[in-house]
């Protein structure tokens, strides 16, 4: 059977899922609506009601699991061999939520204020969640984890001295391998456009990693050791990456990779990682959507889909959290990722 059969129903289902995203002309009146309530009524089409001083967590997490279900919807209308792809893609949730458990317990946070931040995912309920963060072991949230070749990965980072660093770098270097290598699809041109989307993503994650292990003084050694082990585009810029002194060095290395078109006009500043994330954030946007200009009949069509999808996640809860602190329009407009896009 040809790509057009094969992904004839996948790509009309994405088509038709892609018109619902939200567009950059509605953020902005979205934002200035009125109070809180009315933009949690808004975002959630009135499932969710909130009220002065409820727990926004709830409102999260409904959003996160609409996004859940519809990869799940997507899988099943994806061939046999393009759905193990969707389904892993789907997972990150999850690993997300366990990857913050994790963190919470490593830094001794209060388990209150932990999962004010903390969106539960999967076999993570807000209960499970809790009763782990107060346990404080990392053994007992390792023991819940299905996937037993993550266990594997995991159990040497334990004891580890930098526990919470090492266990967070084991799931995504896990993860995104796992990612990356379901991406090999018999068909070459359906690999192409998965590892495309799928390789820029994690050459991203990497570049972040850099410029992070930079601010916090780990070495060229520690840095290696924590990246994912996919180099897709950066060439030997990965190791310089790592080996860069400072910021300035960093950026100097960016210019000689692909990436580079993501911070033009754009000041990378000292101290913070926030804008390089946003600017790679934006540029891999980008890619999604261009992908849509292209053959329809492939993964790469519901991939550009679904990261498109986490991307609105990020910038609904920018928006939530936003108008919960009371942050004006303007600094709320420039965290988003797919504002002007």
Known sequence: MTGAGRYAELAAAVRSFKGELIRPSQIERIIESGSLSEVVSSLTGGHVTYTDG???????????????????????????DSR???RLFSTSHELTCLKDILRSIADRIDPEEALEHVVPAGKFTRERCKELIEARNPNRVVDLIDDEGLKRALAPKLSAERSAIGLVSAIDQYHYTKLWNAANIPDPLDSQ?????IGEFIDHLNILLAFRA????????LTLELMI????????ALNELAESTSIQNLTRVLEK???AKAFEGRAIVDGSAVEVERALQRSHAVSCLN???????????ALAFLFLKNYELH??????????SGASTERVLNQMVLRGL
């Open 291 to 301: 992908a849509f200009a292209g053959l329809p009949f492939n993964v790469g069509l």
């Open 193 to 197: 456009s998965a590892k495309g989307l």
């Open 54 to 80: 409820s727990d926004l967590n709830s409102v999260e997490t409904y959003l996160m699991q609409r996004v859940v279900e519809l990869s799940q919807r997507l899988a099943a209308y994806a061939p046999h």
């Open 84 to 86: 193990t792809l969707i």
């Open 257 to 259: 990779t692909p990436y």
């Open 315 to 324: 910038d609904l809860f920018t928006i939530i959290n936003g108008k919960a």
């Open 229 to 236: 082990p996919v180099n897709y585009a950066l060439g030997s």
């Open 214 to 221: 930079r601010l916090i003084g780990l070495d060229a050694r």
